[in-house]
């Protein structure tokens, strides 16, 4: 059975939470392929051995752990300014102490 079909005999409210799963895993594979590939462009450079090189592996580990460290970073400073903009100040500034740590 095609998945359409099968999502077809779910009420409306489990369709929509299907297809949201779907397109976040979607965003998910995309998000980690423009990262693979951004690292893998960044770091590797030498094509003569099978063996990945342990610069090109250093390298790729800190290009890895640049991009969540941003991404979590952006990820905090959206909360904080969404927390202050409903009125949660208290919230906000909890926000904001974590991004010092």
Request: aromatic share 8%; glycine share 0%.
């Amino acid at each position: 059975m095609s998945q359409p079909a099968m999502e077809s005999n779910l009420p409306p409210a489990m369709q929509l939470d299907t297809q949201s799963t779907a397109k976040q895993f979607y965003e998910f594979l995309a998000q980690y392929n423009r990262v693979s590939e951004m690292c893998f462009t960044h770091c590797v450079h030498d094509f003569t051995t099978r063996k990945v090189l342990d610069s090109e592996n250093t390298c790729a580990v800190t290009c890895l752990e640049k991009f969540m460290k941003s991404v979590n970073r952006i990820s905090l400073r959206f909360q904080e300014i969404q927390f202050a903009q409903s009125g949660n100040v208290a919230q906000a500034l909890a926000t904001a102490e974590t991004m010092k740590k």
